[in-house]
């Protein structure tokens, strides 16, 4: 039988009786040869006192190592379990306080890892949800149409008509597909946001160019408040993007003859831009679900849009170091504020 295969009891039994027939076997050549009987009793007496201290260390030593085994059971299964970790004996000798400690490491990497898959998959759950929801209505719409433009005659009229509203639920499908690949990107790290100097002005021009035609649509005015030849570490096409989201949302709901207010300041520490209109205003309730993903008012339902603008203006502010507020009053607008970190 292999020594590594033996149980910790069987092999203390063999190193006691190993010592034992040692010390007697010395005693026996110690007496032949210096023929004292006193001397080999003092040996034999010393020889015990070795030998029982010796199986009191082993005693306890084996105790030791047998409840630091029972604790590194639990622990390994606790560790497999995903439950709370037991405590660590610390007191233990110093290589088995060397394992305890690492395997504490472990098991908090194991329980972060744990908790890193699981907040993955429900947002993974969350966004497939999402999506669903948000391709449900288009999809259908488009099945109906073609259904329609199958199965009943047409005029030429009533064909183009079908036409215009397939393109219409193509373009909500594209700008929810496009959002989502943007927001993806952003939150996956592959596409990474590269500050730079740059000036502010240029920036909200690039975003203001997206809305000047449905904001004539509508007959809304604009006023810019911006100082010239600001500038401020940022990324201007991303931050650009995030300033077109606020403008759109603030032409979508304004009514026609409102206006639209932008101004910059610059702090001390931030940059403020503030996107204000004078909309229907969002309840206090609502300020802070409306940056959630895919979240939109009971009330705007009828407004076209898909819940994402806000939510994406936020993440591409948030990866730049600032943040952002909103202030609204039922019936007075909003006003929705960027601060962007100065460096």
């Given at each position: 039988m292999k020594m590594e295969r033996l149980p910790v009891k069987k092999l203390l039994g063999i190193i006691i009786c190993g010592a034992l027939a040692t010390s007697a076997i010395l005693l026996l050549v110690l007496f032949w040869v210096t023929g004292n009987g006193w001397l080999v009793l003092y040996g034999g007496a010393l020889t015990a006192v070795l030998l029982?201290?010796?199986?009191?260390?082993?005693?306890?030593?084996?105790?030791?190592?047998?409840?630091?085994?029972?604790?590194?059971?639990?622990?390994?299964?606790?560790?497999?379990?995903?439950?709370?970790?037991?405590?660590m004996d610390y007191e233990a000798e110093t290589l088995l306080a060397r394992i305890s400690h690492r395997l504490e490491r472990l098991y908090r990497v194991m329980q972060q890892d744990r908790n890193s898959v699981a907040k993955e998959k429900a947002e993974l759950q969350s966004l497939l949800s999402d999506i669903s929801h948000q391709t449900r209505t288009?999809?259908?719409?488009?099945?109906?149409?073609?259904?329609?433009?199958?199965?009943?005659?047409?005029?030429g009229e009533q064909r183009e008509e079908f036409l215009r509203a397939a393109g219409s639920q193509l373009d909500k499908l594209d700008f929810l597909i496009q959002a989502l690949v943007k927001t993806s990107r952003l939150e996956t790290g592959v596409i990474v946001l590269e500050k730079k100097d740059a000036a502010i002005e240029d920036t909200l021009a690039a975003a203001i160019n997206g809305i000047l035609a449905p904001m004539e649509k509508k007959n809304l005015s604009l006023?810019?408040?911006?100082?010239?030849?600001?500038?401020?570490?940022?990324?201007?096409?991303?931050?650009?993007?995030?300033?077109?989201?606020?403008?759109?949302?603030?032409?979508?709901?304004?009514?026609?003859?409102?206006?639209?207010?932008?101004?910059?300041?610059?702090?001390?520490?931030?940059?403020?831009?503030?996107?204000?209109?004078?909309?229907?205003?969002?309840?206090?309730?609502?300020?802070?679900?409306?940056?959630?993903?895919?979240?939109?008012?009971?009330?705007?339902?009828?407004?076209?849009?898909?819940?994402?603008?806000?939510?994406?203006?936020?993440?591409?502010?948030?990866?730049?170091?600032?943040?952002?507020?909103?202030?609204?009053?039922?019936?007075?607008?909003?006003?929705?504020?960027?601060?962007?970190?100065r460096k």
């Open positions: 029982v201290w010796g199986g009191v260390f082993l005693y306890c030593f084996q105790k030791k190592l047998t409840r630091f085994a029972d604790s590194l059971c639990r622990t390994l299964d606790d560790m497999m379990d995903s439950a709370a970790r037991p405590g288009p999809v259908a719409n488009l099945k109906l149409i073609h259904e329609t433009m199958l199965t009943r005659p047409l005029s006023s810019v408040d911006c100082p010239e030849e600001l500038t401020v570490s940022h990324d201007s096409r991303w931050t650009s993007e995030a300033l077109f989201n606020l403008l759109d949302n603030a032409v979508k709901y304004t009514p026609p003859g409102g206006s639209i207010r932008v101004t910059v300041q610059s702090g001390e520490m931030y940059l403020k831009i503030d996107v204000a209109d004078t909309g229907r205003g969002i309840p206090e309730c609502e300020h802070a679900a409306i940056f959630k993903r895919f979240y939109r008012e009971e009330a705007v339902h009828e407004t076209d849009g898909i819940g994402i603008g806000l939510y994406l203006a936020r993440k591409i502010v948030t990866m730049q170091g600032g943040y952002m507020m909103v202030a609204s009053e039922i019936g007075k607008g909003s006003t929705f504020s960027i601060f962007l970190p």
